[in-house]
Nanobody, 123 residues
Framework: QVQVVESGGDLVQHGGSLTLSCVTS????????IGWFRQAPGNEREFVAA????????YYATFARGRFTISRDNAKNTVYLQMGGLKPEDTGLYYC????????????????WGQGTQVTVSS
């Protein structure tokens, strides 16, 4: 059974930091690109960051570059999203998703999704 479980979301102050974790099971993480997406109320789901199976290639949305860092530990079936310099506009439900091969930033290309973890940044 495929499972993707996010954790680490919290309420933080403007300028604060959080690290989100994504633990997967039921498929071989090694061959999957993992992406983080987020969705704020009333907004569409948007791409945040992705990391290829080797961990050597990463992709970031413009708003995330320089503030967020994505990393992975395939031995632990875990992908991390370190977020710093958080702003109120970073508030949203953050999802982790897995894509078999490829390196798309489009949500429709990801096969497996978690339920999300809530990040709220107060002003």
């Amino acid at each position: 059974q495929v499972q993707v479980v996010e954790s680490g979301g919290d309420l933080v102050q403007h300028g604060g930091s959080l690290t989100l974790s994504c633990v997967t099971s039921g498929f071989t993480l090694d061959y999957h690109t993992i992406g983080w997406f987020r969705q704020a109320p009333g907004n569409e789901r948007e791409f945040v960051a992705a990391i290829r199976y080797s961990g050597l290639t990463t992709y970031y949305a413009t708003f995330a570059r320089g503030r967020f860092t994505i990393s992975r530990d395939n031995a632990k079936n875990t992908v991390y999203l370190q977020m710093g310099g958080l702003k109120p506009e970073d508030t949203g439900l953050y999802y982790c998703a897995a894509q078999d091969g490829g390196a798309s930033m489009k949500a429709e290309n990801y096969e497996y999704w978690g339920q999300g973890t809530q990040v709220t940044v107060s002003s």
